[in-house]
């Protein structure tokens, strides 16, 4: 009697639905490593920091890196302090508060090669970073409106 693993070697079909098997398991365990899910009613979703809904408003995270999304970088952090909404999507799309606490992953989102990207792109993991939304500001040479943010680093 042979080995499973030993039949495998021998047939390069085998190997391969193996090796695809154990990329989708890893691929389902790591969507929800070090994340903090939290759960209302019939969804599950990252919290979202939603800086341009309030001016002035203020976020103060832990960078833990960066992802690319179909519309800009997302920025995983995890709260420090601040007075920023954080919302989840519920399942009618509507944008909904959750609480959270100090050290709870949420999501910064940005626009692609916007301000906000541009800036949190020179954080490095593990640093401490305030943003400010300081509103929306008109640029003089195209005459249309973007979101002013500053981003510093708390050291």
Known sequence: MTDSTDDAEDRPYIRQVLDRWNKDELKSRRSTMGKRVIMTGSFVKTPVV?????????????????????YGLAFDMTVVDGDAP???????????????????????????????????????????????????????????QFNDFTVSVIE
């Open 86 to 144: 954080i919302k989840v999507r519920d399942d009618a799309g509507e944008w909904t508060n959750v609480d959270v606490s100090a050290g709870d992953k949420v999501n910064v989102l940005s626009s692609s090669g916007g301000q906000l990207e541009q800036k949190l792109k020179q954080v490095k993991p593990g640093d401490t970073a305030e943003i400010v939304f300081n509103g929306k500001v008109l640029n003089p040479k195209s005459g249309r």
């Open 50 to 70: 939603r800086l341009t809904e309030v001016p002035e408003c203020t976020f103060i995270g832990k960078m833990v890196g960066s992802r690319e999304t179909k």
